[in-house]
């Protein structure tokens, strides 16, 4: 039986033409990230399974890859669940290793610590248009910074970045879950039902007003708290001031603090910012992760029609791992969407070096080769991409592959 070519469900290969796009915008990542301050770290892709399944994850929790137990630790007959058999699993986000990193290694870290993390990470989802089960992520996080100053910079350098990828009319949606949570208390509802009440919510985008009014229905809540809450949606639309109109209505049970800060934000990054986009609150973004305190954001690029990235404030996270909170906050680009929405609308790498092709007809003398060769090592010195490789039967194909590379120029050397 012949082996399987194909790579397995949900993961992909990488052609030469996409890892160049790849390459080039990690490079910018890191480069830009770099003049904000970032420090690139590195963690292990294999967490310990409590760790991953800590119910800080949301949904994602469900999408592990486990790792099962090996030699005498694997016992199948004993085994009742599935953590008599599991002790590892890949890890499904960067913050959770990067909270376990900071909190292992905080005495030989700076304070604030700005970390730029990009790996790969595995979920077992559904795989469809820019969504695989593995996948490069790209996070920032700022730990030690209990101001907003965090989520200023943490926007800044993601729409700057973004920016220098060729993006413009983006949006960066905010919200903050108090703000959430707040309206939830408001309508009545109780605050074991607010997980719920935000999973309906996060649908409005796609079944409306109404449709959040009839899901609560059915989960059975009060009609005046539905009403109430409902009601606050369409006060924020109508006021000129979304954010002013819910510090207005909602001061017995929202601090003040709450939404001066979230001014703040908006109007810094308005007035400081390089790319061409805009920041819009948005009170119906929840953010699925429930590891998240206070504010939290996503990008919304209309080509793509979905979110590509998102973040949050997250300071009770450091505290499950040490017993002592640190205030934390990361915002993470959808790195496989970004790329997906270059090699659509076909992104050229700007100010690359021009290629050069050699080849070498079969047979060439060592003498003659070796003279080729230091040609294409002194034109690699002066920055030229020169490829070296023997001429084949079909010479003609050949060049032409070469030339769906971007090789413009193409040297024969014959043997005569």
């Known amino acids: ?164 990828l060729g993006f413009k009319n983006f949006q960066i949606r905010i919200n903050e879950r108090r703000i959430l949570k707040a309206m939830a208390a408001y309508s009545g509802f109780a605050e074991e039902d607010y997980d719920t009440v935000f999973i309906i919510l996060d649908k409005m985008d796609k079944i409306g007003l109404d449709g959040v009014a009839e899901e609560l229905e059915k989960e059975g809540y009060a009609k005046d708290s539905i009403e109430k809450y409902l009601d606050l949606f369409k006060g924020i639309e109508s006021a000129e001031n979304g954010i002013a109109y819910l510090a207005d209505t909602l ?42 305190t206070g504010t939290i954001f996503e990008i919304a690029i209309p080509e793509f029609g979905g979110s590509c990235g998102g973040g949050g404030r997250y300071d009770k996270m450091v505290g499950r791992f040490t017993g002592k909170d640190v205030p934390a906050c990361g915002f993470s680009i959808g790195f496989e969407r970004i790329v997906l929405l270059l090699l659509e609308n076909g992104f050229e790498i700007p100010t690359q070096p021009k290629k050069k092709a050699y080849l070498i007809e079969k047979g060439y003398t060592a003498e003659k080769l070796c003279e080729v060769m230091k040609q294409a090592q002194e034109e690699r010195k002066a920055g030229q991409q020169v490829l070296v490789s023997r001429m084949n039967k079909n010479k003609k194909f050949q060049k032409e592959q070469l030339a769906k590379e971007g090789y413009e120029e193409i040297v024969e050397f014959f043997n005569r």
């Not at 934000?265 to 973004?285: H, N």
């Open 1 to 164: 039986m012949a082996l399987k070519k194909k790579p397995v469900t949900g993961m992909k290969d990488i052609l030469p033409q996409e890892m160049q796009i790849r390459d080039y915008v990690i490079s910018v990542i890191k480069e830009t990230y770099g003049r904000f301050g970032f420090t690139s770290i590195e963690t292990p892709c294999l967490e310990d399974i409590g760790n991953l399944s800590s119910k800080q994850g949301g949904e994602n929790e469900k999408l592990i890859f486990k790792v099962l137990k090996r030699g005498e630790k694997l016992n199948l007959e004993t085994a009742k669940t599935d953590m008599d058999v599991v002790d590892m699993g890949l890890r499904y986000d960067l913050t959770v290793p990067l909270v376990r990193y900071y909190s292992n290694n905080a005495n030989d870290l700076p304070a604030p610590f700005k970390a730029l993390q990009m790996g790969n990470v595995w979920r077992a989802d559904r795989p469809q248009r820019g969504r695989y089960r593995q996948f490069m992520q790209c996070d920032i996080d700022i730990l030690g910074e209990p101001s907003n100053l965090a989520e200023i910079e943490l926007i800044l350098a993601t729409t700057t970045t973004l920016g220098k």
């Open 251 to 292: 001061k017995e049970v929202l601090d003040e603090e709450v939404s001066k800060s979230l001014n703040e934000i908006i109007t810094s990054v308005e007035a400081t910012k390089e790319a061409d986009f805009e920041m819009v609150f948005d009170p119906t973004l929840v953010r699925g992760m429930s590891y998240y």
